[in-house]
C-alpha cells in the first residue's frame, strides 16, 4: 500500500453515461497525476495538478474528461457520455513536488463501459 | 517522434539467475529515468530512480544503468525470486518541470521455480 486510494476500484457503466473517479493522495504531496492505461501498454498522462492548479493536460484528454482538485486535497476525474474506448484503468499518482521525482501510484479504477 | 521501447516478449527466466531488461529511448533528453514494477490489477510500485548524471544505481538484489549517448537504461534484477515475477516499466522525464512521467510498455519477466 503506498498510501494513495482511489475509489471506486471498479466501475462497469453503460456508454453514455457519466462516471466520476475520486483519488486521495499522500497528504503531505502537493502534485497529483492522472494516467490511464490500457491492456498491454504503459500508463499514459492525462493531466496533472500542483496544489488546487490544474497546470498541463494531455491532448489525449477530449472535452468529456474535467478533473478537479478542489483546496489541494482529493481530486475527481469525471468522464461524460462514456465511449466504449475509454474502458481503460485509471490510475491516480502523487509526489512531494520539485526535485521530488517519486511517484507513489494509488490502485487505480478499472473502468468497463459496455 | 518520442518512443520508449521495451522487450515485448516475456522474458523467463530460472530462479538464482539474473535478469536484465532494456529499455529504449528516442527523441528524450530526460533528466532521470525510472522503473517500476507492477502486478496484474495493480498500480505501478516505484523501484529506482537514476539521474542523467549518474551510470548507476543499486538498491538490493536490483541494479540499474543509464547511458545518455546510447539512449539506454539496463535493470537487473540478480537471484531472482519466483516472487520477482511482474511487469516491469521504464520510465523517463516526460517534460521539463512538471514530472509528468512517459512510460515505456513494460516487460513481463516470468521467474520460474
Redesign the interface.
Known sequence: D?G?SQNPRHKITKRGQNVTFRCDPISEHN?L?W?RQTL??????LT?F?NEAQ??KSRLLSDRFSAERPKGSFSTLEIQRTEQGDSAMY?C?S?RG?NQ????????T?LLVL | SQKIEQNSEALNIQEGKTATLTCNYTNYSPAYLQWYRQDPGRGPVFLLLIRENEKEKRKERLKVTFDTTLKQSLFHITASQPADSATYLCALDGSGGNNRLAFGKGNQVVVIP
Open positions: 503506498t494513495v502534485r497525476y494516467y498491454g501498454q504503459g500508463p499514459e498522462f496533472y500542483q497546470l498541463e490510475l499518482a509526489s520539485q521525482e517519486t511517484q507513489y501510484f494509488g490502485p487505480g478499472r
